[in-house]
């Protein structure tokens, strides 16, 4: 089943015209929270309390596990990826409220694959967070 319609377009606010064009820290403040931030975390095993539009690169070689604990308040998406080792990686979510699809999915579960990388797109819906589960060898 393919993904559609995950990211909304945004509107970025024009640069003020009373600075040349350049951004003010008036400018900055109207982006807040349309920048996206990386995190690389090569620790392993990997406990995430997910922010905000953020991507977390997850470097270790083979994780061992990845348990995503929530969302913090003013949550709507981020991203993870990361790489199973030769053991797959054991993955956990609150048992309540969330739903997977996608890859190596069933009835809402995601269940990682040995030597496999993985990219999960986070969404804050209406009535739950989703975790769409994309893979690459």
Known sequence: ?????????????????SNNGLMTSADKK???GLVTTTITNAGDPVTLMLANNIVYNLTATALTSLTLSGIATGFEY?????????????????STGWYCIGAACSSGTFT??????????ICQEADRVAIYVMEAQ
């Open 78 to 94: 981020a991203s993870v990826t990361f790489t199973s080792g030769s053991t797959a990686t054991v993955f956990a979510m609150p």
């Open 112 to 121: 990682p694959e040995a030597s496999m990388r993985y990219n999960l797109a």
């Open 1 to 17: 089943m393919p993904i559609t319609n995950i990211l909304q377009p945004i509107s970025i606010p024009p640069a003020s015209t």
């Open 30 to 32: 109207k982006l807040d």
